[in-house]
Structure formats: structure tokens, C-alpha cells
């Protein structure tokens, strides 16, 4: 099965950058969409960001010109700009419909998620 592995969160005040990156790992054939998820406390996960393999993208409104997706093959970024304490949230990087190898045989996994990162924003 696959493993997500983000990096990239941390700290950083009103009106700064973040990047952060998440890699596939495994011996992996295809990913259909691959994306950035966030939960506040107290909140629910949402989408923030989501590409696909045919390279259509998706943006929650309240990123809309403030952060962009990149996805090559099994990795994808964020880039956060002009970010705002209402950002702060974990970040959950996420894959969808992957197919691969597990050594023995070929599978087909339909949701997973990385283990988060932590975004905070000062004021």
C-alpha cells in the first residue's frame, strides 16, 4: 500500500510563504488525483487544493490566488502565499484511485492520507 510523507509545514507570521511538498512512496503505476486537506480544531477536514493526472486543478475559495498546487508524477506541493491566521490548521496530503505493486501482486488502493503537518500562522 501506499505511504504519503509531507514535509514542509512550521511557522510563520501574517503575510508570509510555506511550501509544502508530499511524496508517494512505493512502486507506484498511477495516482489519479493527489491533494492538500486541512482541519482546524474544532472543524471539520476540508479540501483546500486537488490536482489530477490530467493536470485539472481545484481550489477551496478561500485559497483562490493566494496558493497554488504542483504535481509531478507521485509528489505534489503547495506553495501558500499571503498566508493569514485563518490557515492555521493541520495540512493532510492526500491520494486518490493509486494503482501499484506490492511485490507480489498489482493493487488498487482508492483513499489515502498522509500523517499531516502542522500550519501555523501568527498575527
Known amino acids: 500500500q501506499v505511504q504519503l510523507v509531507e514535509s514542509g509545514g512550521g511557522l510563520v507570521q501574517a503575510g508570509g510563504s510555506l511550501r509544502l511538498s508530499c511524496a508517494a512512496s512505493?512502486?507506484?503505476?498511477?495516482?489519479?488525483?493527489m491533494g492538500w486537506y486541512r482541519q482546524a480544531p474544532g472543524n471539520e477536514r476540508e479540501l483546500v487544493a486537488r490536482?489530477?493526472?490530467?493536470?485539472s486543478t481545484d481550489y477551496a475559495d478561500s485559497v483562490k490566488g493566494r496558493f497554488t498546487i504542483s504535481r509531478d508524477n507521485a509528489n505534489v506541493h503547495l506553495q501558500m502565499n499571503s498566508l493569514k491566521p485563518e490557515d492555521t490548521a493541520v495540512y493532510f496530503c492526500?491520494?486518490?484511485?493509486?494503482?501499484?505493486?506490492?511485490?507480489?501482486?498489482?493493487?488498487?488502493?482508492?483513499?489515502?492520507w498522509g500523517q499531516g503537518t502542522q500550519v501555523t500562522v501568527s498575527s
Open positions: 492526500s491520494a486518490e484511485r493509486i494503482t501499484g505493486w506490492d511485490g507480489t501482486r498489482r493493487y488498487t488502493q482508492y483513499k489515502a
Open positions: 512505493g512502486r507506484i503505476f498511477w495516482i489519479e488525483t
Open positions: 490536482a489530477t493526472n490530467g493536470g
